[in-house]
Structure formats: structure tokens, C-alpha cells
């Protein structure tokens, strides 16, 4: 079965998430962004979602990361959350 990893930063604005992409672009360390800036409890942790397979995340985070590259920042991505950037770890 299809599986991967990921971490994500979840905020509520389009503009704050395209300033911590910024940030992370700039060479920030993901976890760091996320652990002081997501809203989802995972930010303790980094942004790590752990493994998943296809369909356990909302549609919009399945298409980035079973298409993505992996080690790659996507975002803002908008759901019924928030926005969030969206970096794949790994995939098999």
C-alpha cells in the first residue's frame, strides 16, 4: 500500500503563510517555523503528521503529497483548516 510522511505549519491567513514560506525559503528550519508559528497540535512535534496512506488526509493534502516531490515546501494550500505549507519526507 501507498504510504508517506509529512510535516505541515497550519495559520490562518493566506499572507502569514506566504511569509513563513519566506522564512523557511530563506533557510529557517521547517520544524522550527512550524513549532513556533502552526495552530495544529502537531507543531510540538515540528509539523510531523507521521506515516499516512491515501485518503486519511483531506483531498487538498493528498494531491501535494502523492503528486509532490518529496523535500519540497508546498503551500499556502487552503482547506477547511486554514492554509498550510506542506513539506513530503518521505514516500513508498
Not at 520544524?31 to 510540538?44: Q, T
Not at 512535534?45 to 486519511?56: E, M, R
Not at 516531490?69 to 514516500?91: A, C, M, N, S
Request: a negative charge; hydrophobic letters at 35%; one cysteine or more.
Amino acid at each position: 500500500m501507498a504510504w508517506a510522511t509529512a510535516r505541515h505549519i497550519l495559520v490562518d491567513s493566506e499572507e502569514k503563510c506566504n511569509e513563513l514560506k519566506s522564512e523557511i525559503e530563506g533557510g529557517t528550519e521547517f520544524g522550527e517555523v512550524a513549532k513556533a508559528n502552526s495552530s495544529c497540535p502537531s507543531s510540538r512535534d515540528g509539523g510531523d503528521l507521521g506515516k499516512f496512506g491515501p485518503g486519511q488526509m483531506v483531498p487538498e493534502f493528498d494531491k501535494a503529497v502523492f503528486s509532490g516531490d518529496v523535500g519540497v515546501v508546498y503551500g499556502p494550500i487552503k482547506t477547511q483548516f486554514g492554509y498550510h505549507l506542506l513539506e513530503v519526507t518521505g514516500r513508498g
